[in-house]
């Protein structure tokens, strides 16, 4: 019979063909409704989906499953009847049947609790856990309700500290194996494990190897008991007495989402919000426990006005009179030309935004930028960016970059899980093995100077070519090196694009800001002089007026040398910052400004999304948002930037900046995951330094000086957890080079380049390639800056014994 | 602790994705001869559901304990327990009180089961398996409750500590069981076993039928919320002596005198 034939005929009806069927949708019944489920999706996660929450300890999102605490155990049916099924061990199948309400799955659910209950301590009253705890939930809402455990509990010495920064308490554990499987599976410092067996189980660390992962304090927001607590947490406040919101931590710039959790106006604690696009839930120590920066007994709290030498507090009035009379006497000597603005990074787009119309149109230099030297050149903002995902999800990882881990740690996070889970490829470029390195599929070293000819060797490889070749190629690029300039890095990064066409660019800047600050308008002006520039312009005497917009040239400008001279030069200086610094301790004029959590605004990351940062607390003291500043200075040079809030900035950034429509307050509310800006392509390109590197003589060592996690940055030096974490200043050599150059590890040595000489204990360390000498920036102990000299494409050192 | 097995046939795809199989002696040992005879041999002997013979290890109370190789389907625990060419009766002409028959985990078996035969379906219809082979006897003068601890202990001992039931619930019957085989048991314990052996193993358990108690055999399987089979195996004989030998238990339980309290002389003070 075919479909030709009318209806109502014996045996015949009109065929209608049957719907298409999706291969990636899959029916289940869930308690008694038909669901559509996603094929692969657990059952616990389509359940949730659907509304229906399914008890858990040891189950979490951004893990694999492991099917431990059997307390998602419900009846499922795929044919042969109810079975007791771990319902995040199991996929969904079809038609297959799920009750998690069957009385069996109720016994069974208190049963379980009962159990955990058994040997768990009586210490809620104590536990910082207690009310956000899922323990505590599930047991209120699916246990038995009375314990008639009558025997000894278990009992462990407690707590025990694993890390500087977290406590165990093996006595609450209920080995969920999320702490374990966190530091194996996502972060990859398998530093934490189970010990002994059956009862006796519990974590332990390494004899002699705390829990010192980067990522430590993740473990403690996992922890489904008060097992795993945090140091600077402990005993602080109940969540109940939290005042919540989310944010965005602007420690580095990959930006990701956080809550800002306070209490009678005090920060006292920073969680992870899972943002699909950025960090997944996961965030770094130093973004986590930095907080308490902000309410530092150090910050500069009122406005200070240099008097014979010496700093007296002054009104705000004062300060910006001051402040105006400095920079109008400096236009008049020198033209506005006279005048520098640098910094801008470290504060809200709307804070950059602001700064950047006083700079340009009321003082009216183009001696304007946010960089400090110590990263990449604005036009790398030209080139066609990816996004984090983009880069995760990419078929080659090219790493042109700095160690991930340290500088800019979640992205490591995101890009390490790429390549566990063999979805892609790492081809690294590096001076010094990274965290990355054991991930990678080929990580080449190169020498300082080299990169060009070792990544043009690298491209002729046929089997690199052929990975190429695949498409989907994501470039991670960034400053790996402070001693040397980026020009041979940008010209390395511009091989790899000409080879593989298509390829997106990741830009690894790194402070928090620097994409935001650059987009709105801090940087340089037609013939304006970056921060190199102008720093050497001060040492020669052209700048009248230096302002350092939460800039620290001191500690942060690769060259120590050319930023004192700078700083000595400029003949008067201006410094908007929350500590005093060593750069803004020696200005004219401190214009104290509020910290991370004191001001409402938005903030760019590097992939450029834009997304909110909150005012949880009230400034300190007599603090102001950077944007009131440049408003305030405004209005003492005889201009109105026109701004009586916030948001008012907010708009004007939307209706003025390129790319910015989109970012209103609404669009910010609407879209908790950020808004992309895209690429902007009116960024001024600044030039670079050209020239080669020389050989290297046989005696000296090339100079690879990178950041670390922890050093003496502001907001790690001014949170006290933090502060003793940073290794210190050291000369990191490779232990072959060590014998050649006739020193041990341990001793004290003269490193001398053509700059300086500056004593520092040797470190033998097979991470460092043959032939270079590496050295952490910034961190505590003599500066290796002095040995910097930043026009100069590399530095070589020589190490001398004592 | 141990990993997760990966979702394939160990025996193609194990332990590092390789091919993984442990075997036991037995095993091992039938493969002689099966090479040099034939599967048709091999079925000839035996029933169709367990064909061939079967190496039993027999320990305990009876007066040849050792390893025999008895024909699977026809051999009795009768025949295994008292025939001449096997372990010929319990020692001293004792009296059987009870036997397991088929290693630690498996539920017991009282004199109403001997004349089963080793046939895997009508053991596990009469509420046990054959298991590992090893036959447990224990006649008159076993302690049922130390019995019971002893076997119990060592499965708790055994737990890997992955899943909650077992590691916690294992631990917890053995507390419980210390006790009462010590003398300290209270009037709960006994029904505070059978309510942990409902979280590790919900719905009917398996036991023996029992003429003396007038209790019919609940067969196997048993559902459980374990991972694997330990958890259960603490479990299994708890519910076994507990079932079937109450009366041991009850009569190692401290009977506390109850001190009244009278409510109204405090009421009558205001």
């Known amino acids: 019979m075919t479909s030709t034939e009318s209806g109502t005929e014996s045996g015949t009806e009109p065929v209608t063909p049957a719907p298409p069927v999706d291969p990636n949708v899959v029916s289940v019944t869930l308690n008694g409704r038909v669901i559509e489920a996603t094929k692969g999706e657990l059952v616990i996660a389509a359940a949730e989906r659907h509304g229906v929450y399914i008890p858990r300890f040891c189950y979490h999102e951004r893990m694999n499953s492991v099917g431990m ?57 104590i536990c910082d856990k207690g009310g956000e705890c899922p323990l505590q939930d599930q047991a209120f809402s699916h246990g038995p309700g ?24 093996r006595e609450r554990c209920i080995l969920c194996d999320r702490c374990t499987r966190f530091a194996d599976e996502v972060a990859g410092d398998a530093l934490i494990s189970f010990t002994h067996r059956g009862n006796e189980t519990q974590i332990a660390t390494f004899p002699d190897e705390p829990f010192s992962s980067y990522f430590s304090g993740n473990t403690v927001q996992i922890c489904p008991v008060g097992a795993l607590t945090a140091k600077p947490y402990r ?41 699909e696009p950025v960090n997944h839930g996961w965030l770094c120590d130093r973004g986590r426990f930095n907080f308490e920066s902000t309410k530092s007994d150090d910050r500069v709290l009122q406005p200070l006005l240099r008097e014979h030498g010496e700093l007296r507090e002054v009104s705000w009035n004062e300060a910006l009179g001051a402040a105006a009379a400095i920079i109008k006497e400096a236009k008049t000597a020198g033209g506005a030309d006279g005048v520098a603005v640098i910094g801008g990074a470290r504060g809200t787009n709307e804070d950059a935004y602001a700064w950047s119309r006083l700079a340009h149109e009321v003082i009216g230099t183009p001696n304007v ?49 790429a390549a566990e889970k063999k979805r892609s490829r790492i081809l690294e470029f590096t001076p010094k093995q990274t965290g990355l390195t054991r991930y990678a599929w080929r990580s080449i070293g190169y020498e300082p100077g080299s990169q060009v000819a070792v990544v043009n060797d690298t491209l002729g490889d046929k089997d690199v070519a052929a990975q190429l070749a695949k498409g989907n190629v994501v470039v991670v690029f960034g400053r790996a090196n402070l001693a040397e300039t980026i020009t041979a890095s940008v010209q390395a990064l511009h091989q790899l694009l000409a080879a593989a066409p298509g390829t997106k660019v990741l830009p690894a800047f790194r402070r928090g800001n620097s994409v935001g600050a650059l987009s709105v308008g801090m940087r340089t002006g037609a013939g304006g002089l970056d921060t190199r520039g102008v720093l050497q312009a001060a040492a020669d005497g052209k700048i009248d007026c230096l302002v350092l917009v939460g800039a620290d040239p001191l500690a942060d400008f690769p060259d120590t040398d050319l930023a004192r001279r700078g700083l000595a030069g400029a003949r008067r200086t201006i410094a908007v910052d929350t500590f005093l610094t060593g750069s803004s301790a020696r200005a004219d004029v401190v214009l104290p400004a509020c910290a991370f959590g004191e001001k409402d605004g938005t903030t760019t990351n590097l992939e450029g999304r834009v997304s909110n940062v909150v005012r949880q ?44 429509e989109q970012v209103t307050v609404d669009g910010l509310a609407a879209n908790a995951d950020g808004l992309l800006v895209g690429t902007q392509t009116a960024i001024w390109p600044v030039t670079l330094l050209e020239g080669t590197a020389p050989e290297r003589n046989s005696y000296d060592l090339r100079l690879v000086i990178g950041r670390t996690m922890y050093d003496q940055g502001v907001g790690t030096a001014t949170s006290p957890s933090l502060a003793h974490l940073p290794r210190g200043s ?27 000489t500056v004593v520092l204990p040797v470190v033998a360390d097979a991470s460092v390639l043959r032939g270079t000498a590496w050295m952490p920036w910034n961190n505590p102990g003599p500066n290796v800056g002095e040995l910097i000299d930043c026009f100069s494409a590399i530095n070589d050192v020589r190490i001398e014994n004592l | 602790m141990p990993r997760l097995k990966p979702p394939y046939f160990p025996a193609a795809i194990g332990l590092y994705g390789k091919p993984t199989i442990v075997n036991n002696v037995e095993t091992l040992a039938n493969l002689p001869w099966l090479l040099t005879h034939s599967a048709a041999d091999y079925t000839a002997i035996g029933t169709a559901t367990s064909p061939g013979t079967r190496m039993v290890a027999v320990s305990g109370h009876v007066k040849r304990p050792g390893v025999f190789e008895i024909v699977n389907g026809t051999t009795t625990f009768r025949d295994l327990l008292y025939g001449d060419e096997f372990c010929q009766g319990i020692r001293n002409g004792n009296e059987l009180k009870a036997f397991v028959p088929g290693g630690g985990s498996a539920p017991w078996f009282l004199p109403d089961q001997l004349d089963l035969p080793f046939e895997a379906k009508l053991v596990g219809a009469a509420g046990s398996m054959l298991g590992s082979g090893a036959v447990i006897v224990m006649d008159e003068t076993t302690d049922i409750p130390r019995a019971a601890l002893t076997l119990t202990r060592f499965y708790a001992h055994e737990s890997c500590g992955k899943c909650v039931p077992c590691r916690e619930g294992a631990t917890w019957l053995e507390r419980i069981m210390e006790r009462l085989a010590d003398g300290h048991g209270t009037e709960t314990d006994l029904e505070q076993l059978f309510e942990i052996g409902q979280t590790i193993c919900p719905g009917p358990f398996p036991h023996a039928a029992s003429g003396r108690l007038g209790i019919e055999a609940a067969p196997f399987p048993f559902k459980m919320t374990t991972i694997c089979y330990v958890g259960p195996s603490a479990y299994t004989s708890v519910h076994s002596a507990v079932t079937l030998f109450r009366s041991e238990f009850e009569a190692k339980i401290v009977k506390r005198k109850l001190i009244p309290v009278s409510v109204g002389a405090i009421d009558d003070q205001h």
């Open chain 1, 69 to 125: 605490c059997r307390m998602c155990i419900c009846e499922v049916d795929t044919g042969r009847g109810p079975q007791l099924t771990p319902t995040c061990m199991v996929a969904v199948a079809p038609n297959m049947v799920i009750d998690t309400e069957s009385e069996m799955t109720k016994n069974v659910q208190q049963g379980i609790l009962e159990l955990l209950l058994a040997n768990h301590p009586l210490d809620c009253p």
């Open chain 1, 146 to 169: 009375e314990s008639r455990y009558i025997e000894e509990k278990r009992h462990f010495e407690k707590p025990i500290p694993i890390s500087d920064l977290v406590y165990l308490d």
């Open chain 1, 235 to 275: 005993f602080k406040a109940r969540p109940w007495d939290l005042a919540q919101q989310e944010s965005t931590c602007t420690s580095c710039a990959v930006g990701c989402r956080i809550v800002i959790d306070s209490s009678r106006d005090e920060v006292l604690r920073y969680m992870g919000v899972d943002s």
């Open chain 1, 369 to 417: 930028y946010s960089q400090m030297g110590d990263g990449l050149p604005a036009d790398i903002l030209r080139l066609d960016r990816a996004t984090i995902n983009e880069a995760a999800h990419a078929t080659t990882i090219v790493l042109l970059a700095p160690d991930l881990k340290e500088e800019l740690p979640v992205l490591y996070l995101r890009l390490r899980e």
């Open chain 1, 617 to 660: 607390v009230s400034p300190a003291g007599n603090t102001r948002p950077d944007w009131m500043i440049a408003s305030g200075l405004a209005m003492a040079l005889g201009s109105d930037l026109g701004y009586a809030n916030v948001n008012e900035v907010t708009l004007d950034i939307a209706i003025n900046v390129p790319g910015f």
């Open chain 1, 730 to 756: 050291a000369v990191h050599l490779h232990p072959l080079d060590l014998a050649r150059v006739g020193t041990a590890d341990g001793v004290e040595v003269k490193v001398r380049s053509a700059r300086a």
